[in-house]
């Protein structure tokens, strides 16, 4: 059975026939029939961590889907059963309908939240420009890896459309790494020649003179075999093997790097073998080295086997295919093969075009960096007049009690309240607190009642 080239050895048949039509990124999978106990239903399989994402941005939620589903026994029995072609047309989807019915509630509950992160997203990109009114049903239609015209439930259609986007945006994804590349080699010299713009003439000259020296030292390598031809398999049998280079057999080779015993050698796995020749042009250590560069040659190394030996186009190379190209004649007698340092990565006139964009962008970002200063300005003049109109008004309050003042009437408190009791008055209950008899003085015209001596006794 084979599976995605994206997901992790051990993800089941899912993804694993998803990729089988794809040209996904290199991932070490489980390509093999898992034979033995079976699984008890609703138990989640146990799957070893993914060592890489596929790089799209709704991953997680995929991964989140083919976990789910892998719990149920009846939709892995339809899995280990379907083709390729199966699962493209949308047949396998249908299956859906027959999944128990706690696997269906937490994919209704794996699209909802799928559905309001994406909406989040959009928010956030929305509140960036300060648009308003955002329709969120009408901006998720451009992502077509859910039905968002449900977004509460997860159905057969939610499935395929899955399948369908995943598939689309793996076969693009090297394409997509190699344009990031090229706007990367753009940007290393873009910064380059603006370095050199700030220097006098004198230190331009050794600038220019230092990046010139390293050029040649980096390119002053041995020779690097072509990918995949005998040559380059031979040097892996002798130097990373310890074989001797005289008893080359493919057949043994093949099985030597089949690490995981399945029958394909897949991206990973081609990967490997080109570690030896990328050591002749790279070294992390030297500074004329650029391990971004590296990673873009050993991706083109592999690009490039997939395309001679692959001949079904389901990312994984099986023995019969490996055999069947030690046949060619470019096995034996290949091309030279051209590191990136041999080739011209842009031209002028696309250079030009890219600092164009760029230069736009920095206006861009300056217009909008001047009106948020705008902005921050007439905050600051808000917040200063309305500091002013509080002082205004603190200042007239005073004004109003010191009036008072002077008029004999008392300041009076946030309820009208009189801040103090005039003399001769007292709230209710002082009378408890000040019993005749006390120290305290008795207000004009009352008499004092003599005190009743309970030490005399009356006939």
């Known amino acids: 059975m084979k599976w995605l080239s994206v997901l992790p050895q051990q993800c089941l048949l899912l993804m694993t026939c998803l990729v089988m039509a794809l040209e996904a990124v290199p991932i070490d999978i489980d390509k093999t029939k898992v034979k033995g106990e079976g699984h008890v239903e609703g138990e989640k399989v146990e799957n070893p961590v993914f060592l890489k994402d596929t790089g799209l941005y709704y991953d997680e939620y995929l991964r989140q889907v083919i ?8 939709f892995r029995e339809k899995l280990q059963t379907a083709d390729i072609e199966e699962i493209k047309s949308g047949k396998l989807s249908r299956e859906l309908d027959l999944v128990s019915h706690h696997v269906r509630t937490r994919l209704d509950e794996l699209k909802r939240q799928e559905v309001a992160r994406l909406r989040m997203l ?8 300060q648009d308003t009114g955002i329709d969120h049903q009408a901006l998720l239609k451009q992502f077509e890896h859910l039905n968002h015209q449900n977004p509460d439930t997860f159905e057969p259609k939610d499935l395929d459309m899955l399948i369908k986007a995943a598939t689309s945006d793996l076969e693009n994804y090297d394409k997509t790494r190699h ?3 090229k706007k990367y080699e753009m940007m290393k010299e873009h910064e380059r020649r603006e370095y050199l713009k700030t220097l006098d003439e004198e230190k331009r ?9 390293m050029k040649k030292k980096h390119g002053d390598h041995p020779k690097v075999h072509h990918p995949g031809s005998k040559d380059q398999l031979k040097e892996v049998w002798e130097e990373a093997d310890g074989l001797d280079p005289n008893e080359f057999d493919p057949k043994t ?5 089949d690490v995981n015993n399945d029958g394909f050698l897949d991206e990973q796995e081609l990967e490997a073998l080109f570690t030896k020749e990328l050591e002749k042009v790279y070294d992390p250590k030297n500074e004329e080295d650029d391990m971004v560069e590296m990673e873009e040659e050993r991706l083109r190394m592999r690009e490039h086997v997939m395309n001679e030996v692959d001949i079904n186009k389901d990312r994984l190379v099986t023995l019969e295919e490996f055999l069947r190209a030690t046949e060619k004649k470019e096995f034996l007698e290949p091309d030279s093969w051209e590191t990136l340092d041999q080739q011209q990565l842009f031209t002028e006139d696309e250079l030009k075009e890219f600092e164009n964009h760029i230069s736009q962008q920095e206006d861009e970002l300056r217009k909008k960096a001047e009106e948020l200063q705008k902005q921050k300005e007439e905050l600051q003049r808000q917040h200063d007049q309305l500091q002013a109109q509080k002082q205004e008004l603190q200042q007239v309050v005073k004004q109003m009690e010191q009036k008072k003042l002077q008029q004999g009437n008392p300041p009076a408190g946030p309820a009208g309240e009189l801040k103090f009791q005039p003399p001769g008055e007292h709230k209710v209950g002082d009378a408890a607190k000040h019993p005749a008899g006390g120290d305290q003085p008795l207000p004009p015209g009352h008499v004092q009642e003599p005190a009743v001596r309970t030490d005399q006794v009356h006939p």
């Open 253 to 257: 080779f093949f099985k030597l790097h």
């Open 122 to 129: 959009i928010k956030a990109k929305m509140d960036s420009v």
């Open 205 to 213: 000259k050794r600038e220019e003179s230092k990046f010139e020296e």
């Open 67 to 74: 976990d789910v589903l892998e719990t149920d026994k009846h």
């Open 179 to 181: 344009e990031e590349f």
